[in-house]
C-alpha cells in the first residue's frame, strides 16, 4: 500500500531528478574508468618516479584504492547530514566536490615540477572523491526513488544505477579518441589531462540540472512530522542499532560487488598474462560487456516491478555462481569470440542482479535513517568487498590456481543468494514510512 505522500511527481521534475542523478553516477564512474586506464599507463612514471615500472604502476592504483577507503566516511557524513537536513543539499554537495577534485587532477602539477607535493596533492584530491562518492549515490538513488512513480520505482531507481557501465564506456571512448589526437610522447606529456578535464563540462550540466530539482517530497513530509517530535539521534547510529536490514545489504553486495571487479577489471589482466590474448581485444570485450550491463539493469530493474524484488535478485545471482566455471573455461581456450561471450553474459547477469538492487536497498530502510542506512551498505561493501576483488584474485590465482578463483566468486555469490533469499520482499512498502 502506497499513502498519499509519495505519488507520481510532475513530469517535468522527475525528468530533472533523474537526469541530475544519472549526471552523477556517470561521473562518479567515468572517474573511476579513467583513473584506472590512466593509472596503469601514464600517472605511475608522472607522479611516483624513481621506482621501477611495476612499483610505479602498483603506487599509482594504491592511490586509487584510497578512494575505496574514503567512500564509507562519506556515506556516513553525508548519510546523516542527508536525512537531517535533506537529499537535495547533499546531491548538489557531493557532486561538485566530485566533479572539481576529477578536474583539479587534470591541471596538476606532476612530480618533476613540484616534487613530493604532486604526490601528495593526487591522494588529497583522490580521497576527496572518495568521500564525495560515499554520499553521492546514495542520494541520486533516493530522490530517484522517493520522487518516481511508486509502482515503477525498480525501473526508475535501476537508472542511476546503470550510470556505471555508461561511466566505463565514456571513459573508453574518451581515451580512445584522445590517443588518436595525441599520438606518441604528446598523450603521455599533456593530452592526458583533458581526458580528467572533460569532467568540467560533466559538471556544468549536472549542476545546472540538481540545482534547479525540489527536495524530496517524502523527506519534506518526514521532516514535518519529525518536527512535532523530540529529536531523534544520529540517523547513522539509528541504523546500526537496527542492524538487520544493514547485514542483508551488505551480504547481498558481497557477491554481486566481487563479480563485477572480476568481470570488468582481473579480466583484463587474467586473459592478457595468462592466456596471451591482445590488451585491445579484451578492452574492447569489456566495453561491449558494459552496454549488456546497461541493458541488464534497466531490464531487471523493470522486471523486479513486476514478480517483486527477491525474485529478479535471485534468478541471476544463481546464474552467477553457475557462470562462474564456466566463465573461466571460456577464458581459457584462447578463442576471442568466446571470451566476448564469457564476458559479456557474465556482465548481463550482473547488470539483471544491480538493477533491482538500487530500488530494494531504498525500500529496506524507513525515511528518517534511509540515507544512512542505504550509504552503509552502498559505500560499506564497496570497501569489504569491491576495493580488495581484483588482488585477492591476482593473489589466489598466482598462489593456489584457477580453481581458487572459481571457489572465491562462487563462494560470494552463494552468501548474496543467501542474503536475498533470507530477506523480506520490499516490492510495493510504503516510502512514507519514518519509524
Not at 202 to 224: D, H, K, M, N
Not at 326 to 331: D, I, K, L
Not at 373 to 392: D, E, K, M, T, Y
Request: with cysteine; glycine share 12%.
Amino acid at each position: 500500500m502506497t499513502s498519499t505522500v509519495q505519488q507520481a511527481q510532475p513530469a517535468t521534475s522527475f525528468r530533472r531528478v533523474l537526469a541530475g542523478g544519472m549526471a552523477g553516477s556517470v561521473l562518479e564512474w567515468y572517474d573511476f574508468a579513467i583513473y584506472g586506464v590512466l593509472a596503469a599507463t601514464v600517472l605511475g612514471p608522472l607522479f611516483f618516479p624513481g621506482g621501477s615500472g611495476i612499483v610505479q604502476l602498483l603506487l599509482a592504483l594504491a592511490t586509487q584504492g584510497l578512494g575505496f577507503v574514503a567512500r564509507p566516511l562519506g556515506g556516513i557524513v553525508f548519510g546523516h547530514l542527508g536525512d537531517k537536513f535533506g537529499r537535495k543539499p547533499m546531491l548538489v554537495t557531493t557532486f561538485l566536490l566530485l566533479g572539481t577534485s576529477t578536474a583539479a587532477i587534470g591541471l596538476l602539477p606532476t612530480y618533476h615540477q613540484i616534487g613530493i607535493w604532486a604526490t601528495l596533492l593526487l591522494v588529497v584530491l583522490r580521497m576527496t572523491q572518495g568521500f564525495a562518492l560515499g554520499g553521492e549515490f546514495g542520494a541520486a538513488v533516493l530522490m530517484v526513488s522517493e520522487y518516481g512513480e511508486p509502482r515503477r520505482r525498480g525501473f526508475w531507481a535501476s537508472w542511476p544505477q546503470a550510470g556505471a557501465p555508461l561511466g566505463t564506456v565514456l571513459a573508453t571512448v574518451v581515451v580512445t579518441v584522445l590517443g588518436g589526437l595525441f599520438p606518441g610522447d604528446a598523450f603521455d606529456a599533456w593530452g592526458w589531462r583533458v581526458a580528467f578535464l572533460v569532467a568540467v563540462p560533466l559538471l556544468v550540466i549536472g549542476f545546472w540540472i540538481r540545482r534547479s530539482v525540489e527536495e524530496s517530497p517524502v523527506f519534506q513530509a518526514a521532516r514535518a512530522g519529525a518536527e512535532r517530535k523530540a529529536a531523534h539521534r544520529s540517523s547513522v547510529l539509528e541504523a546500526l542499532a537496527r542492524p538487520r536490514a544493514v547485514l542483508h545489504g551488505l551480504g547481498m553486495r558481497l557477491g554481486e560487488n566481487i563479480a563485477f571487479y572480476i568481470y570488468t577489471v582481473f579480466v583484463i589482466a587474467y586473459a592478457t598474462t595468462s592466456f596471451g590474448y591482445q590488451r585491445g581485444d579484451v578492452v574492447l570485450a569489456v566495453t561491449f560487456a558494459s552496454v549488456c550491463q546497461f541493458a541488464g539493469m534497466i531490464g531487471g530493474g523493470a522486471w523486479s516491478d513486476r514478480v517483486g524484488r527477491k525474485i529478479a535478485m535471485l534468478v541471476p545471482a544463481i546464474a552467477l555462481v553457475v557462470w562462474a566455471p564456466v566463465f573461466f573455461w571460456m577464458v581459457q581456450t584462447a578463442s576471442v569470440p568466446m571470451l566476448w561471450l564469457g564476458v559479456c553474459a557474465g556482465a548481463l547477469f550482473h547488470g539483471m542482479l544491480a538493477g533491482p538492487e538500487a530500488a530494494w536497498i531504498t525500500e529496506l530502510f524507513p525515511t528518517r535513517y534511509r540515507y544512512a542506512g542505504s550509504s552503509l551498505v552502498f559505500q560499506g561493501s564497496s570497501i569489504i568487498a569491491g576495493a580488495p576483488a581484483p588482488l585477492i584474485a591476482v593473489w589466489l590465482i598466482n598462489s593456489v590456481g584457477v580453481g581458487a578463483v572459481i571457489g572465491y566468486l562462487v563462494l560470494t555469490m552463494a552468501i548474496t543468494v543467501l542474503a536475498v533469499a533470507t530477506s523480506r520482499e520490499t516490492k510495493g512498502v510504503d516510502l512514507d514510512r519514518v519509524g
